[in-house]
């Protein structure tokens, strides 16, 4: 078989979603530490956003490898769940899926989700960051702005329940990735459990704080 042939079947595609998801985690990781600035205040923050200008191609590249990633990720999730759909035509009479966990359930709801968030996302801050000239005003957009940022109850709330289904996809996102890659070494898995916490559950939990802080806590506090 060869390399094409391989990953046009369905481990192939697994793996493949293994691989991008993985790289979108460590995206995750680099965008949180940036949007982490925003505790420093308005000053760190703006001259955060400033200093990626001067290495505006660079960003311009990574922004488009990102894009074919989540491209890759989105249609094998597509093809994988109509290949699983077109195995099983009939429904059993005991659903299989009873003993599965929540997230592994809601696995194709909350990346549907999320993407639609994705879109948001980029119909509302990137698009402004692309636009705007000033650079003192960076902060006040993000934290204060009542029609994209989080002085919008909308768009806190929306960001609020993005990192939830975000935390709940990517949980069950590792679990399958172990899976794939056959890794069944007790000790390694349980390393790895471990490590893969940091991406499914404190990255998407720092995203949420500072949708929390920013949209209502510190607003009353």
Not at 31 to 54: D, I, M, P, R
Not at 99 to 113: A, E
Not at 147 to 164: E, V
């Amino acid at each position: 078989m060869n390399k094409l042939n391989f990953f046009q079947s369905t481990i192939g595609k697994k793996i493949l979603m293994a691989i991008t998801g993985l790289l979108f985690c460590f995206f995750l990781l680099i965008h949180l530490l940036n949007n982490l600035t925003l505790f420093l205040g308005a000053e760190e923050f703006n001259a955060l956003v400033k200093s990626l200008e001067y290495i505006k191609p660079l960003v311009r590249v990574l922004e488009f490898i990102l894009l074919i990633i989540l491209v890759v990720h989105i249609s094998n999730a597509f093809i994988l769940n109509k290949r699983s759909n077109e195995a099983r035509p009939i429904k059993y009479k005991i659903n299989p899926k009873d003993n599965s966990s929540f997230s592994s359930r809601t696995m194709i709801l909350s990346g549907v989700i999320i993407l639609l968030f994705l879109i948001i996302h980029l119909g509302t801050f990137w698009r402004t960051f692309q636009t705007i000239h000033s650079h003192t005003s960076y902060y006040d957009i993000v934290t204060k702005n009542n029609l994209i940022g989080f002085g919008n109850p909308l768009i806190t709330i929306l960001y609020m329940l993005a990192s939830i289904f975000i935390g709940m996809h990517l949980k069950h996102g590792f679990e399958s990735s172990f899976q794939t890659f056959g890794i069944e070494n007790i000790k390694i898995k349980n390393i790895l459990n471990k490590i893969s916490i940091i991406f499914w559950f404190f990255i998407p939990f720092g995203f949420f704080i500072i949708a929390l802080w920013f949209g209502i806590l510190n607003k009353i506090l």
